[in-house]
């Protein structure tokens, strides 16, 4: 998981932050309680199942 955040943290830099735009980033602990809700104990098998659930509540 400390990759997995290595990973989101440098991909909001490199994403928003370029833009201009100031960003928080969860901290460790929020990301691995969200990433176990959204994928399981197991892993990652089906990566846009997340996407999916985000748009289903209205989100873009």
Do not use: C, N
């Not at 830099?13 to 969860?26: C, L, M, N, Q, T």
């Not at 809700?37 to 873009?60: C, I, V």
């Amino acid at each position: 998981m400390k990759t997995k955040e290595r990973m989101i943290h440098q991909y909001v830099r490199e994403k928003f932050e370029a833009e201009g735009k100031k960003v928080e980033v969860p901290h460790y602990t929020t990301l691995a309680k969200v990433w176990k809700e959204w994928f399981g104990a197991e892993g990652a098998s089906d990566t846009s199942a997340p996407l999916r659930r985000w748009r289903r509540a209205g989100r873009r």
